[in-house]
């Protein structure tokens, strides 16, 4: 028997707090973001994947930046809406900080889908280093066709993450 046999093995559970909400339980401005993330999505250009993904942030300026996903046949050249949305806010907007993000996506017969998609985890780790640089949690909105997940930040989102805000 080896010395760690003796020792129990200690086991943790991470959990992820967020809401489940209908677009009529949104606040206007929510309900705006939600918008401008679904409009985001028309402006995808997703000629491999035919999965239209739009996003839209609001800074702490009142000002809203739109992104949407730009694929390339050079894969990885191209780039999620996220990522899209959070490198042009910040190269236009240097001095304002995050609030929220809105994250919507359709596929190729057009329609929004079903359930809320989340960022991946490349999205995920860009979108904390801005959550990190606001020193707060930016707020997540999920968007589905008739579900919106509302997360408290980032941060949930990415368990364990390379950051030294939690």
């Known amino acids: 028997m080896?010395?760690?046999?003796?020792?129990?093995?200690?086991?943790?559970?991470?959990?992820?707090p967020y809401e489940v909400l209908s677009p009529d339980e949104l606040s206007p401005a929510d309900l705006a973001l939600v918008e401008e993330a679904r409009q985001a999505t028309f402006r995808s250009y997703a000629p491999y994947s035919h999965f239209s993904v739009g996003a839209a942030i609001l800074l702490d300026n009142g000002v809203t930046v739109p992104g949407s996903n730009q694929e390339n046949a050079a894969y990885p050249s191209g780039t999620c809406a996220e990522r899209s949305a959070c490198f042009f806010a910040h190269a236009r907007y240097p001095e304002a900080r995050?609030?929220?993000i809105a994250i919507a996506a359709r596929t190729t017969d057009g329609e929004f889908i079903d359930e809320p998609v989340a960022p991946c985890g490349s999205c995920r780790q860009a979108l904390l280093e801005y959550e990190t640089l606001a020193a707060r949690p930016v707020e997540v909105l999920l968007?589905?066709?008739?579900?919106?997940f509302r997360i408290p930040s980032v941060a949930s989102l990415l368990p364990f993450s390379f950051s030294e805000f939690k």
Request: hydrophobic share 40%.
């Open 98 to 100: 995050f609030l929220k």
């Open 143 to 148: 968007v589905g066709r008739e579900r919106i």
């Open 2 to 16: 080896s010395p760690s046999d003796d020792i129990p093995m200690e086991k943790k559970l991470i959990t992820l």
